[in-house]
């Protein structure tokens, strides 16, 4: 049984940063794609993915103060966000992208940006 699992989140101020952390169980990090996803109050945005190779992609609105990174060993992603801002506050998921593009979607951890 495939279990993701995010953790991470919290109420952060404007400019800080954070590093939400995924803890995959069920598959394996060699063979799977893996994205986060950020919800606000629209639609579930792709921000970020990882490829079993390493490559990584990012969505514009994600360059420059996103970075995704795994440890395959420990079977962990991670998001760090850097200078964050207002507008990154929503619920982030961690997802592998077939069951993303499937619609199956864990619990996901809140973000929130204030001061």
Avoid: H
Avoid at 42 to 48: S, T
Avoid at 59 to 83: E, P
């Amino acid at each position: 049984q495939v279990q993701l699992v995010e953790s991470g989140g919290g109420l952060v101020q404007p400019g800080g940063s954070l590093r939400l952390s995924c803890s995959a169980s069920g598959i394996s990090l060699y063979t799977n794609t893996m994205v986060w996803y950020r919800q606000t109050s629209g639609a579930r945005e792709l921000l970020a993915g990882i490829v079993p190779d390493g490559n990584t992609i990012y969505a514009d609105s994600a360059k420059g103060r996103f970075t995704i990174s795994s440890d395959k060993t420990n079977d962990m992603v991670y998001l760090d966000i850097n200078t964050l801002k207002s507008e990154d506050t929503g619920v982030y998921y961690c997802n592998t992208l077939d069951r993303a593009r499937l619609g199956v979607w864990g619990q996901g951890t809140q973000v929130t940006v204030s001061s």
